[in-house]
């Protein structure tokens, strides 16, 4: 079992940067794939980016390629999300979660544990 815990969520201009941080403990944080999810009131949960264990892999969301970067510390157990060029559409709770049992998802479901989450609001 792994426990996630995010941070580094606030309140930003259109056009600017954050960079989330999700921190593990329990079992080694290097046998599980990752992933960020991000979830806006009234809509369903979206997959924003993913990282393979080794963290070479690394996939995105549509509306966040070219902006977004995705990376891991397994030493640190510690994986991040970079975010630039921020738009409003951007605004929404983020989650990062972990997987045991996949090389690669894009599927909410096939993630095993989640983090509490962290609000990013981004203001026009």
């Known amino acids: 079992q792994v426990q996630l815990v995010e941070s580094g969520g606030a309140s930003v201009q259109a056009g600017g940067s954050l960079r989330l941080s999700c921190a593990a403990s329990?079992?080694?944080?290097?046998?599980?794939?990752m992933g960020w999810f991000r979830q806006a009131p009234g809509k369903e949960r979206e997959f924003v980016a993913g990282i393979s264990r080794s963290g070479f892999g690394k996939y995105y969301g549509d509306s966040v390629k070219g902006r977004f970067t995705i990376s891991r510390d397994n030493a640190k157990n510690t994986m991040f999300l970079q975010m630039n060029s921020l738009k409003p559409e951007d605004t929404a709770v983020y989650y990062c979660?972990?997987?045991?049992?996949?090389?690669?998802?894009?599927?909410?479901?096939?993630?095993?544990?989640y983090g509490q989450g962290t609000q990013v609001t981004v203001s026009s």
């Open positions: 329990g079992r080694s944080f290097s046998t599980y794939i």
């Open positions: 979660a972990a997987s045991a049992d996949y090389s690669r998802s894009y599927s909410s479901t096939e993630y095993d544990y």
